[in-house]
């Protein structure tokens, strides 16, 4: 049975989707199935793993019209970790599911009771087939946010540590409360500093004052080598044992117990 991983936060360029792609490359090497679920119209995770569409059928498949073969494709690449990659990509017409939504509302009522739920209903029918599942999440919190976070057993919050991100937070954070309290009791999250850069005085200081409100886990560094990984599609797990990325995202799940 696949575990449900969603990466998010409301505040965009925090390192989402690279937390997503170095996450889902490293359990995929392990030899886990993983798939990837692209919910963000930006189609940045779609691109990195090879699995660009042209239309996405996400909308379509989250209503019932299609089924998960027709959305699924797999992740390509020269390496051997890909076979044991799958990706539903996205594109820019992620932006049709508010209006399919409205349109199919009351059949949408009939499946899964109220449009919430609708990802959740969709990963049931297919979590026996993977390790685990990784869905990367659009900058707002809008329906495909709060449908990945009925979906999920655990969120990842990337965070930079800067006041209009910690701002941010909160509106997350009241979202993930209800979403707990209603739909999904056994939901935990795990705010993770991003892009830090430790000699700034004022950011360890912002550091350190969520660490007072939140659970916050070890930080992943502000470094040139994480955006060479993206550029040359080379996983941090692929990089030397010196590498800073590699030492800060294996130390980050590891002490989350996700590897
Ligand atoms: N640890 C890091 N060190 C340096 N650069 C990073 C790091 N993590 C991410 N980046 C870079 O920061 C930029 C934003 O990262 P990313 O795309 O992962 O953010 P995001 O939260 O997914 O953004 P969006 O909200 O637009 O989807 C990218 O150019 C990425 O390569
Ligand atoms: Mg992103």
């Given at each position: 049975m696949a575990k449900v991983i969603t990466i998010a936060n409301n505040k965009g360029g925090v390192g989402k989707t690279m937390q997503a792609y170095q996450l889902s490359t490293y359990l995929a090497n392990e030899g886990n199935k993983v798939l990837v679920i692209d919910l963000d119209s930006q189609a940045n995770i779609s691109s990195t793993l090879g699995a660009?569409?042209?239309?996405?059928?996400i909308p379509e498949w989250l209503i019932g019209d299609i089924d998960f073969e027709d959305v699924v494709v797999p992740a390509e690449g020269e390496h051997d970790f890909y076979k044991n990659m799958s990706v539903i990509p996205s594109s820019?017409?992620?932006?049709n599911l508010a209006k399919l939504l409205i349109l199919s509302e009351s059949e949408v009522r009939k499946n899964a009771g109220r449009k919430e739920r609708l990802l959740k209903l969709r990963l049931e029918a297919i979590k026996e087939e993977f390790d685990y599942i990784v869905i990367d999440t659009p900058p707002m919190l809008g329906d495909e946010l709060i449908m990945a976070l009925v979906a999920s057993n655990k969120i990842l919050i990337p965070t930079q540590a800067q006041d209009y991100s910690i701002d941010g937070l909160e509106e997350l954070m009241d979202t993930f409360e209800i979403i707990k309290e209603?739909?999904?009791?056994?939901l935990d999250f795990n705010i993770i500093p991003s892009m830090?850069?430790?000699?700034?005085k004022i950011e360890k200081q912002r550091m350190e004052e969520l660490a007072q409100s939140f659970n916050v886990s070890a930080p992943v560094r502000n470094l040139v080598d994480m955006q060479e990984s993206i550029s040359l599609k080379k996983p941090v797990f692929m990089m030397g044992k010196n590498s800073k990325g590699k030492m800060d995202y294996e130390n980050l799940w590891k002490s989350l117990g996700l590897v």
């Open positions: 660009s569409v042209r239309r996405t059928l820019r017409h992620l932006a209603s739909e999904n009791p056994g830090v850069n430790m000699r700034r």
